[in-house]
């Protein structure tokens, strides 16, 4: 079984400010596989990233996806409104327990 | 554009069997690249992955839930149904089907609906 951590729980940041989101495995894996997904409320989850740093299509590239091994991390450049949601990184059948973005 | 629309009772009696129904429209479930997903959301919680199956009834199961699951699929009508039997209140969520890509840059949940609240109450 993978644990994905997610980190902070919640993150208080303003418009235009930069967000770094943190997900850590609890095994490393080789490959990469690793998606980002935001949610916001009353709605299904959207993918944004895959394969670790993949945009997926129509995501602005103020989104970017990094890491490998066990730690992996969501960068959004300079928060807009809209950013403001919850996300959740996934691998296979596990989801994190989710970061919430709010406007501080 | 590929859309899916989960459909059921939105009222389920605690030990009966919560069945739904998605259907997949702008696409086909035929294709060895893609499986198709059931998930579900308790309220105020996170994400948990029910089970995946494909084309040709291969099946996959979240190990808590693997003795009270079943996916099945009808690719003639282009669908496919979850069926949890024995509920209790702890099964109230919001369910979401979804298609799941394979391939050389992973799983990954690519396309979702819009999702159904399902209540376990007598």
């Known amino acids: 079984e993978i644990v994905l951590t997610q980190s902070p729980g919640t993150l208080s940041l303003s418009p235009g400010e930069r967000a770094t989101l943190s997900c850590r495995a609890s095994?490393?894996?080789?490959?990469?596989?690793l998606a980002w997904y935001q949610q916001k409320p009353g709605q299904a989850p959207r993918l944004l990233i895959y394969g670790a740093s993949t945009r997926a299509t129509g995501v602005p590239d103020r989104f970017s996806g990094s890491g490998s091994g066990t730690d992996f991390t969501l960068t959004i450049s300079r928060l807009e409104l809209e950013d403001f949601a919850v996300y959740y990184c996934q691998r296979y059948g596990y989801f994190g327990q989710g970061t919430k973005l709010e406007i501080k | 554009q590929l859309q899916l629309q989960e459909s059921g009772p939105g009222l389920v009696k605690p030990s009966e069997t919560l069945s739904l129904t998605c259907t997949v429209s702008?696409?086909?479930?035929?294709?060895?690249?893609?499986?198709w997903v059931w998930s579900r959301q308790p309220p105020g919680k996170g994400l948990e992955w029910i089970g995946s199956i494909n084309y040709s009834e291969t099946t996959y199961y979240t190990a808590s839930l693997k003795s009270r699951v079943t996916l099945s699929i009808d690719t003639s009508k282009n669908q496919f149904f979850l069926n949890l039997r024995s509920v209790t209140a702890a099964d109230t969520a919001v369910y979401y089907c979804?298609?799941?890509?394979?391939?050389?840059?992973?799983?990954?949940?690519?396309?979702w609906g819009q999702g159904e609240l399902v209540t376990v109450s007598s």
């Open positions: 979804a298609r799941l890509s394979v391939g050389s840059w992973g799983n990954f949940f690519d396309t």
């Open positions: 702008g696409g086909s479930l035929n294709s060895g690249s893609y499986y």
């Open positions: 095994q490393s894996f080789s490959d990469n596989y």
